[in-house]
């Protein structure tokens, strides 16, 4: 049978691969067998690579292990597989599909004797952003994993504190023996190293000194290490004994036996990594799904603390909830309706009302309804990390969202009350707009506080209460 012909047959971005399964039950390398024309790029990236043939070794364009894992585990088990990952540039979504031997002639390479041949059907679609459906298509194991990770993200204000929660979540999760979460700032090249003690920027200065490199060099060789790839999660250290002698010898010193590095981008930018050692290998594959997501959350956290960084220079943040204050929304305002800035095309415009806080301040203290509202805040930065949050009032907030689609900001919608409704405490009185075309954006922010009026009063004679915040 033709390869070519047959893999021409399937629309998207397609290539086909095989190996062995020795008698040990032990696998050989991976072959590249076919790539069908829509995909005929990926034989140029390696411009170095033999001219192809059927059967040529796949490592001749370029290698990554989490790929092989996928290709050898999908057409060993026989089972498909699918990835969604930030990788090379852009959001890759990967089918991995087991086929029957279809070779019915020579297999115009050398097999060794009693061995079976396999082959993986892999096809990708990939684009620039990222899906949100795409990335919540996990097991329910996953799914709570990364929504614990999302809480510690957004509980407490203070950056430091929640990112070493979140490292101590992540290597409970991973069942590691340390982790911690490595933020890179490439505009101002520095970096901040954070475990669950918290930062630990003394000894991450120790730790780039025994390689011989600062801190910003250790990131940018740990990208290189990545080899183009999103992660590695080694079983032992052998690949970076290869890639990074110098690094190896470090984690030899910490007693390190294997490694979890995970990139965190940002818009396709590295804000960071997730490192973890000495990890559960035995739950190897719910760990890269949770990490894959929870880079995500993570990296809006970072972006938003390199943000807000920048913004607290000009006094622009509310202390208690680190979003922006009424200054920052007035001026984010004043910037459209002067024309200093131009209005996207679309924009979402919420108001979001916090029920309940006054009463919590009667009867638990203030110190209690700031809490309701840090914990307010969380959620709103959860659900609309990559918008623009203002705390407008004492317990009202406004999100701006622009170039965003009205069946996006209705799912964001959707989501932020799902969320609310799972805590004991938190609930919105919330109202929205959609803007597009010739828009005034005063116009839209008072009808979206309206329209939250109208819900808060529906949810104050729901529950026989007089109206109250």
Not at 6 to 34: C, K, P, Q, T
Not at 97 to 122: H, M, N, Q
Not at 226 to 244: H, K, T
Not at 452 to 457: A, G, L, P, T, V
Request: include cysteine.
């Amino acid at each position: 049978m033709d390869y070519q012909s047959w893999i021409e047959g399937i629309n998207g971005l397609a290539s086909l691969y095989s190996f062995d399964i020795l008698e040990d039950g032990s696998f050989g390398e991976i072959r590249l067998m076919a790539v069908n024309s829509q995909n005929v790029g990926m034989l140029q990236m390696n411009p170095n690579a033999p001219e192809f043939y059927p059967g040529i070794p796949y490592r001749n364009y370029w290698m990554d292990l989490n790929f092989e894992s996928f290709v050898y585990k999908c057409a060993s088990t026989p089972e498909p597989l699918y990835s969604y990952v930030n990788a090379r540039g852009v959001w890759l979504k990967g089918f991995y599909l087991p086929v029957a031997d279809i070779w019915d002639g020579e297999k115009g390479f050398d097999s060794p004797e009693g061995s079976r041949t396999v082959f993986c059907l892999y096809v990708i679609t990939y684009s620039d952003h990222a899906d949100t459906e795409s990335m919540l298509q996990k097991s329910p194991e996953v799914a709570n994993a990364v929504l614990d990770i999302g809480v510690k993200l957004h509980e407490t204000g203070d950056f430091y504190r929640s990112m070493a929660d979140a490292a101590k979540q992540i290597r409970q999760f991973c069942g590691a023996e340390k982790c911690s979460l490595y933020t890179v700032d490439k505009a101002k090249r520095k970096c901040s190293f954070i475990n669950e003690a918290g930062l630990q920027n003394q000894f991450l200065e120790n730790f780039a000194a025994q390689m011989g490199r600062t801190p910003y060099e250790v990131a940018e060789v740990w990208e290189e290490d990545l080899a183009l790839s999103d992660c590695l999660l080694l079983d032992d250290l052998q690949v970076i004994e290869e890639r990074d002698p110098a690094w190896y010898r470090s984690l030899c010193s910490f007693g390190i036996k294997n490694i979890i590095l995970y990139a965190i981008r940002y818009n396709q930018a590295l804000v960071g990594f997730i490192w973890a050692a000495n990890y559960d290998l035995g739950r190897k594959e719910q760990i890269k799904e949770t990490l894959e997501l929870s880079t995500f959350l993570l990296a809006a956290v970072i972006e938003n603390h390199h943000l807000l960084a920048r913004l607290e220079e000009r006094s622009t943040i509310d202390a208690l909830t680190q979003v922006g204050n009424r200054n920052a929304m007035d001026e984010c305002i004043d910037g459209y309706v002067q024309k200093k800035v131009i209005l996207p095309e679309s924009m979402g415009v919420i108001f979001a009302d916090l029920n309940g806080l006054k009463r919590v301040n009667d009867e638990a203290g203030h110190e209690a309804g700031d809490r309701l509202l840090m914990r307010a805040a969380a959620l709103l930065k959860i659900v609309f990390g990559e918008g623009s949050i203002f705390r407008a009032g004492g317990d009202e907030f406004v999100v701006l969202c622009p170039d965003i689609t009205e069946d996006k900001m209705t799912e964001q919608m959707s989501q932020l009350r799902g969320m609310a409704d799972k805590t004991t405490d938190v609930s919105f009185a919330v109202g929205s707009v959609y803007c597009t075309g010739a828009y005034d954006i005063s116009a839209a922010i008072q009808e979206a506080d309206e329209r939250m009026y109208r819900d808060k009063k529906e949810y104050y004679r729901n529950r026989g209460a007089g109206m109250q915040s």
